[in-house]
T-cell receptor
Framework: DAGVIQSPRHEVTEMGQEVTLRCKPI?????LFWYRQTMMRGLELLIY????????DSGMPEDRFSAKMPNASFSTLKIQPSEPRDSAVYFC???????????FGPGTRLLVL | AQKITQTQPGMFVQEKEAVTLDCTYD???????LFWYKQPSSGEMIFLIY??????QNATEGRYSLNFQKARKSANLVISASQLGDSAMYFC?????????????FGQGTRLTINP
């Protein structure tokens, strides 16, 4: 069975550019989560969706960040404009129910120069 | 608020020995779940084991077991017969099931190194 798929795996961009990260959750999972991992702050939940609807976006750092889930098999996390402090590993995870185990994708390593 | 504390930034263990990774937690939620994830150098987050707060027995998954002591609010991961491939970062996480935002909260992690 395919796990959570993320693309790209690595992204290097210049400050001010728009960055779009993509995620395909595990088929049949109703919940999708976006996390950010940095050395300083560890793993932080940015936003999560239930049945394609954003439920809690309180972890989104600022208006430069936005996330969408147009259908059950696809989600994007967009940063516009990007800044060097956005450099991190961004994970997407999905679960069948909110209280079930979350399965993570391989992550996107973002470097903003 | 929920909090996970992993007090061991790094651990070094000889191959084939058992290893215990510490995790303590704090929550006011009467029902919660505890998780352990492994993050090898390749970067992916791999789910290892789950323990529910009302589970009567400690969870086990192959060489992984969770030493759950509810009164002490600890959920230590035990890896038996360690292997070189066990070298990785290990994260403890919890989520309240009733109160709060039910977000998965992670500890800072423990870097485990298995020596041959």
């Amino acid at each position: 069975d395919a796990g959570v798929i993320q693309s790209p795996r690595h992204e290097v961009t210049e400050m001010g550019q728009e960055v779009t990260l993509r995620c395909k959750p595990i088929s049949g999972h109703d919940y999708l989560f976006w996390y950010r991992q940095t050395m300083m702050r560890g793993l932080e939940l940015l936003i999560y969706f239930n049945n394609n609807v954003p439920i809690d976006d309180s972890g989104m750092p600022e208006d430069r960040f936005s996330a969408k889930m147009p259908n059950a098999s696809f989600s994007t996390l967009k940063i516009q404009p990007s800044e060097p402090r956005d450099s991190a590993v961004y994970f997407c995870a999905s679960s069948q129910h909110l209280k079930e185990t979350q399965y993570f994708g391989p992550g996107t390593r973002l470097l903003v120069l | 608020a929920q909090k996970i504390t992993q007090t061991q930034p790094g651990m070094f263990v000889q191959e084939k020995e058992a290893v215990t990774l510490d995790c303590t937690y704090d929550t006011s939620d009467p029902s919660y779940g505890l998780f352990w994830y492994k993050q090898p150098s390749s970067g992916e987050m791999i789910f290892l084991i789950y323990q529910g707060s009302y589970d009567q027995q400690n969870a086990t998954e192959g060489r992984y077991s969770l030493n759950f002591q509810k009164a002490r609010k600890s959920a230590n991961l035990v890896i038996s017969a360690s292997q070189l491939g066990d070298s990785a970062m290990y994260f403890c996480a919890m989520r309240g099931m009733i109160q709060g935002a039910q977000k998965l909260v992670f500890g800072q992690g423990t870097r485990l190194t298995i020596n041959p």
